[in-house]
């Protein structure tokens, strides 16, 4: 871990990275109200008198949003409180109708679990999980449609959101941005948030403090709202190396919250008065405590699919796959069930090979999901079939893939109109080998001593045959022929 | 437990009163009493007690994931003083 460390001018300082990621669960309705969850309403079409924060309305909490919180926390094999409570933190902003935001400060819903995280090199580490809580999100203010005022949409407003805060594990914006997006993988997986961070749906506070290695925590800044691995990554490189400048010239870092600016690439002190961060938190009188029966924990637990970590490591010995296809193959659960549909009793690591390189980068250069791909699991099994008995070779499997994903029919369908099975026919490669040797004798010569030389005439075999000779067989014929064995 | 003037323009401004600096003093005497007269209470001996969170003895209501409500923008910014194309317009707020 040692070239994570930031080479300042005074010697080297490491960088502890702790995040609070707000996941808003995926549900139809509201925490506590009866109002649409959704993304492109018209302005506060989808706000309750509850969600506005009317006089007189009461909250009633949203038992699918309960479960989804269960269901994350057994996902990050944390301890269910069968009890927990809410509690209002109160602040004033135009955003937040009921002067208050209802959250579980005291008693969450979850609380300590584990998150093993893994890099792309396939290493892996855990992150602790401190908690995590059940609150409503706030509306969304607008600055910028009139020069005097702010307009306000209470769309958002009441929306469950899961508040996942994480120990301070991590050492460089790599594993920040690896955790998060791990922690993505399991949501999704389990179904309870759809992670989408374009839309806002999934965000991080990000903790960034610095130290000397081997030293007790420096004093941290908090970076709120980070909504991208992009921007994750660039504002702990930024704001660390501003710690850095910092305590290197004597000075002394201020706790506070600041903004990324992803324009600029830097973050910026909010300005936040003092006195802000007096929440003033106390028990919510509107809400009984939450009372979990063991019976519906169990419940949602025999629910869990099959989790990404167990997936991975289960691709990995099942199929024998690399530690990078097992992850790029098991970040998306679509991604997964396409591979093991196309696998079935074939080449597993050939199947891997043509999703992940072929089929996922090509979807990928046009913008698009697995859920998205013209060529069903079944028929690029097909495909890797026909390489694997010989049928084809991998390079007219490529013109096979591209007609494949023109929709021209099956793999076995073009193979055979197109003429295109593999030339195996040693009598035929024989005659085309002889004459390519009659034609260039200096070059057979050369061969003798310089064996690698037997290329050219592979290529030109494969050529004279459009591709569509065993590449092994062409040279076995040309060793026998060239007389280097 | 004591109040002082500080503690009341403080709390005010937390909750957006806006207090006259006469009143301060005032305030935190009768804040002061109030108080005093609950602390009564911290004579009683709760150990071993489990914290009440209500007197109504009822499990937390549960409601099903349902859309049942919005959809009604006029509703909802009927009071509002200002509004402008199915927003809340509220004065200029800066961060």
Redesign the interface.
């Given at each position: 871990m040692t070239d994570t460390l930031i080479q300042g001018r005074t010697g080297p300082w490491e960088i502890v990275l702790g995040l609070e990621v707000h996941a808003q669960v995926a549900?139809?309705?509201k925490l506590f109200?009866?109002?649409?969850v959704g993304f492109g309403a018209?302005?506060?079409?989808?706000?309750?008198?509850?969600?506005?924060g009317f006089p007189g309305m009461l909250p009633?909490?949203?038992?699918?949003?309960?479960e989804q919180a269960v269901k994350t926390g057994l996902g990050l094999n944390a301890q269910i409180h069968r009890t927990s409570?809410f509690d209002r933190k109160?602040y004033?902003?135009?955003d937040l109708p009921q002067g208050y935001q209802i959250s579980q400060l005291y008693h969450p819903i979850v609380g300590e679990g584990a998150l093993e995280v893994e890099r792309d090199d396939g290493s892996t580490f855990t992150v602790g999980i401190e908690r995590l809580h059940l609150e409503q999100d706030a509306g969304k203010?607008?600055?910028d449609?009139?020069?005097?005022?702010?307009?306000?949409?209470?769309n958002r407003s009441g929306t469950a959101l899961m508040e996942i805060v994480s120990r301070p594990d991590m050492r460089s914006a790599e594993d920040a941005a690896a955790y998060v997006r791990t922690l993505r993988t399991l949501l999704r997986a389990l179904g309870t948030c759809d992670g989408d961070m374009e839309k806002g749906n999934l965000r991080a506070d990000v903790n960034v403090s610095v130290r000397r290695p081997g030293e007790g925590l420096g004093t941290r800044c908090e970076i709120k709202n980070v909504n991208s691995f992009r921007f994750i990554m660039q504002a702990i490189e930024y704001e660390a190396r501003r710690q850095v400048e910092i305590l290197e010239d004597g000075g002394k870092i201020t706790q506070e919250t600041r903004l990324f600016d992803p324009g600029r690439g830097e973050t910026r002190s909010?300005?936040?008065k003092e006195?802000a961060h007096?929440y003033?938190y106390f028990?919510d009188p509107d809400?009984?405590?939450?009372?979990l029966e063991e019976a519906w924990i169990e419940e949602i637990r025999a629910s869990l699919p099959e989790l990404p970590a167990a997936r991975r490591r289960r691709f990995a010995e099942q199929y024998g796959l690399t530690a990078y296809d097992a992850g790029v193959l098991t970040a998306e659960d679509e991604r997964a069930t396409f591979f093991e549909r196309a696998a079935g009793a074939r080449n597993a690591k050939l199947v891997a090979n043509w999703t992940v390189n072929d089929l996922l980068g090509r979807l990928s250069a046009e913008d698009r999901g697995i859920a998205e791909s013209p060529i069903a699991p079944e028929a690029l099994g097909e495909l890797v079939g026909l390489i694997e008995d010989g049928t084809i070779s991998s390079k007219i499997a490529k013109t096979v893939f591209d007609k494949l994903w023109a929709g021209e029919g099956s793999a076995r369908e073009i193979v055979e109109r197109e003429g295109l099975v593999q030339v195996s026919d040693t009598g035929a490669l024989e005659a085309a080998a002889d004459k390519l040797i009659a034609a260039n004798p200096e070059k057979a010569e050369a061969v003798k001593t310089k064996p690698q030389a037997i290329g050219w005439f592979v290529g030109q075999v494969m050529k004279e045959t459009g591709g569509k000779a065993n590449p092994a067989v062409v040279n076995a014929v040309l060793r026998a022929r060239l007389g280097i064995d | 437990m004591a109040v002082d003037a500080e503690t009341v323009r403080?709390v005010a401004?937390?909750a957006?009163i806006a207090e006259p600096e006469a009143r301060l003093d005032p305030l935190a005497r009768e804040i002061s009493g109030i108080l005093g007269w609950i602390e009564q209470l911290n004579e009683v001996d709760v150990d071993g007690v489990e914290p009440m969170?209500?007197a109504?003895h009822?499990?937390?209501?549960?409601?099903?994931?349902?859309?049942?409500?919005?959809?009604d923008?006029a509703?909802?910014?009927g009071n509002a003083p200002?509004s402008?194309?199915?927003?809340?317009?509220?004065?200029?707020?800066?961060?």
């Open positions: 549900s139809r309705a109200s009866g109002a649409a018209g302005p506060n079409a989808q706000v309750s008198t509850v969600d506005a009633v909490l949203n038992r699918f949003c309960v409570r109160n004033f902003y135009p203010s607008i600055h449609m009139d020069p005097h005022s702010t307009y306000v949409d209470l909010m300005r936040s006195e007096d003033r028990p809400l009984l405590p939450l009372v | 403080r401004r937390l957006r969170a209500t109504v009822a499990t937390q209501p549960l409601r099903e994931d349902v859309v049942t409500d919005g959809g923008p509703r909802v910014l200002r402008d194309d199915g927003f809340f317009v509220v004065p200029k707020v800066v961060e």
